[in-house]
């Protein structure tokens, strides 16, 4: 069943302690700093990653017929710092007493949404009962290069002399408002066209305001078929974000880059998050 695509990694096939996301070095910067209070301190979890690269319990081929629910996106759903059980697509599976098939990476990007949507609706053997999309930053760009899928995020561009133009190249162009915008409205009406010609019930959010570039978010505000679900930091003073029984709740285990946190981190939120998604979900989705 190939149905998907690869995800661009070295890691598949295997069971890992951690993964570039969400490293050891970083858990133990995290240890030092919360204590033995936090949740994850003395807590070890996996990644289970399937041969083509995603974050799932089975292979592809092992998928249940058509009783499974598909997932899109990126590290929110990926589940990144957080044990399977508690990551939202295994829960909304559960659920509903089906199968799943997440497929969602680190680093996603909403051109890879939708080429991974185009190509399981394509050539799957079976469709999913139901759809969950979760899109990720606005952004970020997906290309070929030598026959393989490349992620970029313009983050990673450094300024120096041999990547400055490159990076002033990606602002000036991918990153004007036009774009952005008649791209993601092109993406939209792809997934409503072959959703609905397939009569699968779907579901889409944005988990926003992002902590990059948060300008780029302000077009999902455009659209009211596209859930708004928070991390729950918002509002939240930074005395409350800084305790142990909020960053227990609303953390995965890689931390957000708090006021007083030195080294930059990806912001990966917790339960309260899946919490959330799970909630929404399961309110508007009836199978």
């Not at 807590?43 to 997932?71: A, Q, V, W």
């Not at 080429?115 to 999913?128: C, D, E, M, Q």
């Not at 918002?234 to 953390?251: A, H, K, P, V, Y």
Request: charged share 20%; net charge neutral; with cysteine.
């Amino acid at each position: 069943m190939d149905c998907l695509y690869p995800v661009p990694t070295v890691y598949r096939g295997n069971v890992y302690p951690y993964i570039p996301a969400d490293d050891e070095h970083r858990h133990a910067q995290n240890k030092a700093q919360w204590g033995p209070g936090w949740r994850f301190y003395d807590k070890p979890f996996t990644y289970r990653i399937n041969s083509h690269g995603y974050r799932m319990n089975h292979e592809l081929h092992d998928t249940h017929g058509s009783n499974y629910i598909l997932f899109l996106g990126c590290s929110y759903a990926y589940g990144t710092g957080l044990p399977l059980e508690e990551t939202y697509a295994y829960r909304i599976a559960e659920h509903y007493g089906c199968d799943y098939i997440n497929a969602s990476m680190n680093g996603g990007t909403p051109k890879f949404v939708v080429l991974n949507l185009v190509k399981l609706l394509a050539t799957a053997p079976a469709k999913p009962r139901a759809i969950h999309i979760n899109w990720p930053p606005l952004y970020r760009e997906t290309y070929w290069h030598k026959h393989q899928l490349v992620n970029l995020q313009p983050d990673y561009l450094t300024d120096n002399e041999h990547t400055q133009y490159w990076r002033t190249a990606y602002e000036t162009t991918i990153l004007e408002d036009s774009h952005v915008h008649n791209t993601f409205r092109h993406y939209l009406d792809t997934v409503g066209l072959l959703t609905k010609a397939h009569s699968i019930p779907t579901f889409q959010m944005s988990t926003g305001p992002h902590h990059v570039r948060a300008q780029y978010q302000k077009f999902f505000a455009q659209y009211t078929n596209i859930a708004k679900i928070t991390t729950g930091r918002e509002g939240l003073s930074n005395e409350q974000i800084e305790s142990i029984d909020s960053i227990n709740l609303l953390q995965a285990r890689d931390l957000y880059k708090l006021p007083h946190y030195n080294s930059r981190v990806h912001a990966h939120p917790g339960v309260y998050h899946q919490d959330r998604v799970v909630e929404a979900f399961t309110k508007e989705i009836q199978l």
